[in-house]
């Protein structure tokens, strides 16, 4: 971050407004549009399908990820949603070098970083930091809260010598909320969304430049869901980060996001500007995800169209031809079997100035708004999320009185 953690009781000012209700929108920030700070293009990920203990026969290929293209922005939020199994934490790993890329290329400023090795990738990788999806297994039980954000310190010595690491840790533990005095306490002795601050602040340690957040909040009851949103939103302001956020759900990705790509099947079917997506969407897989979102306002909820998808997704290991989705449109013609649609402009839209002309794979792409705008300003949570508090009870205890299970493993955060 281009700051460093210091100034307390401006973070804590801040950590106050992490508790105050969502904002809006965040189209048209300064951030939206401009120079890319990453290109993903053509992102492919295949893993082999095989059979067999002892001797292993590959018998197909699992096609996660299968031709991903996107730009982000410095200090822009790109969410990405899809149903589970389309390939949204491959493409997480892969930007983060925890997977290597079957095909295609991540640029980071310009350069191409897919393939380093050796210094270059340290030095890349600590720009890129990740956030994971469940905080009660992705922080080593078995590790103080100090250990655990200080340890990419034992990596990286040059962002924080021996003698100043405590100090660090502090100032990470206060920019996200927490008594510094906990330093010492263990994962166990903090709620879900606690643990998920103890997470972000470990991404936050090497000082990075963008953020992929894979389901940052899916994992945590509702109740606190849009506190942790808020806190990435304020970290975003203060320190000009950019983000890749996946979710599942759109009306968590709608709150963060400045642009959202809608995964299915191992690629991105439509992408573009939250207005766009939501107000304008031309896919009919969009359309369908649009018509599940929570719509709080009654009055909204009865003009919200509701479209039932037919049918599980296909397997990756083998799908459809043609337009992935077709197994499952219900406008699907002969030519989605025989033809891929293209992620682009659809022709109809390309003579036009509507918020319709975005990228959108379908051969039949159509505007249709699903739910009317007014019915998507609120997010599961928000009302209820004044209620998390710092980690002010004492050891051992849910300090927020949220009920998360405890930690189940020793996974610890990569
Ligand atoms: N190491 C692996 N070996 C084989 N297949 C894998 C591997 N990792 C992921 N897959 C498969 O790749 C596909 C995409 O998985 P991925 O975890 O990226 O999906 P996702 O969108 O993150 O799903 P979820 O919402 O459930 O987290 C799935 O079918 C999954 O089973
Ligand atoms: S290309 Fe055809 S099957 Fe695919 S989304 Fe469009 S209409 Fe449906
Ligand atoms: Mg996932």
Redo the contacts with the bound molecule.
Sequence with gaps: MHADHSGREEAREEGEKARAPLATSRAGSAAAGGEPILEVRDLVKH?P?TQGIVIKKQIGT?K??DGVSFDLAAGETLGIV????????????MLVHLEQPTAGAIKYKGEDITRLSGRALKAVRRNIQMVF?DPYTSLNPRMTVGDIIGEPYEIHPEVAPKGERRRKVQDLLDVVGLNPEYINRYPHQFSGGQRQRIGIARGLALNPEIIVA??PVSALDVSVQAQVVNLLDRLQAEFGLAYVF?A?DLSIVRHISDRVGV?YL?RIVEIGSDEQIYEHPTHPYTQALLSAVPVPDPAAREHRERIILHGDVP??ANPPSGCRFRTRCWKAQERCELEVPLLAVPAVFRLTESPAGHDSACHFAEEKQVVPPEGLLEMPGETAGETETEAEGGPSQDVDGENGPAPSGSTRAG
Excluded: F, N, R, W
Excluded at 85 to 92: H, L, P, R
């Design positions: 893993y399908l699992v996660a990820v899809g149903e589970s199994g389309c390939g949204k934490s491959t493409v997480a790993k999806q894979d389901e996946i599942h995964m191992g397997s990756p």
